[in-house]
């Protein structure tokens, strides 16, 4: 399945932004949909997962009640909402797709990254 992140920018502390994910290439409700992010200077790490329905959501600790993932399915997209954005929220931001369930670490498929910088 092929990816494309897409939304990302410059915000203010507090502000928010809106990521998408374009999939295609294959059945896109065969997988479940994440978001990972990567800063400068560290490793890559897991932002939120979405089951293949919509259903079910994880979050890492660091964006739980801030950050809301959601699918379309329809139109074989993901999304994340980022709002209450902080300065430590910036880096660059990757979809990807895997099979199982939300708490997978096992991601097939990535897409290239949108930047998200986040000013004080």
């Known amino acids: 399945v092929q990816l494309q992140a897409s939304g990302g920018g410059l915000v203010q502390a507090g502000g928010s932004l809106r990521l998408s994910c374009a999939a295609s290439?294959?059945?896109?409700?065969?997988?479940?949909m994440g978001w990972f992010r990567q800063a400068p200077e560290k490793e890559r790490e897991f932002v939120a997962a979405i089951d293949w329905n919509g259903d079910r959501g994880h979050y890492a600790d660091s964006v739980k009640g801030r950050f809301t993932i959601s699918r379309d399915n329809a139109k074989n997209t993901a999304s994340l909402q980022m709002d209450s954005l902080r300065p430590e929220d910036t880096a660059v931001y990757y979809c990807?797709?895997?099979?199982?369930?939300?708490?997978?670490?096992?991601?097939?498929?990535w897409g290239q990254g949108t930047q998200v910088t986040v000013s004080s």
């Open positions: 290439g294959r059945r896109f409700t065969d997988y479940i």
């Open positions: 990807a797709a895997a099979m199982g369930t939300v708490y997978t670490s096992r991601y097939d498929y």
